[in-house]
């Protein structure tokens, strides 16, 4: 649309200005508009083929694809695949087939010479070497029966368990359903029952007083050395019967058989310890002791 203003000013003898305004009209004019011409219809190259296993059955589930395209295909149960492709392609590609417990194949192909005639793919099985599996059985006196609830326990953590004086009970009140009311204490009490209602056994022997509690005054020192233990199981329930009838805890205790000469000390403020283990040159004789004190009052 145009338009066009004339302004035309006043002159000095006329009082009154006069304005006059001349619009054109638009005018349309007819656009001529042709039709784009249709894309002509390409043919899309289609693969088609077979896929067989190195005995000659057919592999399902085979996915079938081009190196670097975008699309794919799957085998039916026969074995037989059919790959349209997305777009127009010639020239040299690469056919990829897949599935899992064989090996990727790659065929070279030539588009689109070789789309009219059946691919027949061949697929070898992808074995792997797998790492030797040692086997270690126990002992022959070792009971080979599942013991769920028996925990075992390294008489080695003692030592780096934060307690005032080392002692091998701060390992047992770490542990679910075990509380202690005194940290000075070796006693410990088991899902709400007492002290004495926990067993404990030595090598196969049952000790019945393993702490020697008085009357206002508890010793500081457990019945267990750390540094003469080799192992510790501890069950607080569902143990077996020959371990008795308590009805807290069971705490099974197996002594060192040394093998060599070890000693070891430690010392701080408030106590102290020592041991020594050894074994003859024959074998015949061995030997394993320790010594330990404790002194709260500083």
């Known amino acids: 649309m145009f338009s066009c203003c004339l302004f035309l000013l006043p002159l000095r ?17 007819p656009v ?8 002509a219809a390409t043919d899309l190259t289609t693969l088609t083929g077979t896929v067989r296993d190195a005995q000659g059955r057919p592999l399902e589930l085979v996915v079938v694809a081009l190196e670097g395209q975008p699309g794919g295909a799957t085998t039916n149960a026969q074995g037989i695949f059919t790959l349209r492709l997305l777009r127009p392609m010639s ?10 417990g064989y090996q990727p194949m790659r065929l070279p192909l030539t588009l689109p010479a070789d789309a009219g005639q059946p691919l027949r793919l061949a697929l070898q099985p992808d074995t792997k070497a797998l790492s030797g599996v040692t086997v270690r059985a126990r002992s022959a006196g070792a009971d080979t029966r599942e013991q769920a609830s028996l ?12 307690s005032p004086f ?14 202690s009311n005194n940290e000075l204490s070796s006693t410990y009490n088991v899902r709400g029952g007492n002290y004495d209602e926990n067993l404990l056994y030595v090598n196969g022997f049952e000790v019945y007083r393993p702490f020697l509690v008085t009357q206002a005054q508890q010793e500081g020192l457990s019945f267990i050395n750390p540094d003469l233990v080799q192992k510790v199981d501890f069950s607080t329930g569902g143990w077996q019967p020959k371990y008795g009838d308590k009805l807290s805890s069971v705490l099974d205790i197996q002594y060192k058989e ?39 009052q500083y």
Request: charge should be positive; proline fraction near 10%.
């Open 32 to 39: 001529l508009a042709q039709d784009a011409p249709a894309p």
């Open 151 to 162: 925990i075992q326990l390294d008489p080695r953590t003692a030592k780096v368990i934060p």
């Open 258 to 296: 040394p093998e060599k000469f070890a000693a070891s000390a430690t010392a701080s403020l408030v106590g102290g310890a020592v041991h020594a283990e050894a074994r003859s040159a024959n074998g015949r004789v061995s030997y394993l002791g320790g010594v330990r004190y404790k002194n709260a």
């Open 13 to 29: 003898l006329k009082p009154l200005p006069l304005l006059l305004v001349l619009s054109l009209l638009p005018v349309a004019a």
């Open 91 to 100: 020239g040299p590609v690469v056919l990829v087939a897949r599935r899992l």
């Open 166 to 179: 080392g002692d091998f009970s701060a390992i047992l009140k770490t542990l679910p359903g075990v509380v």
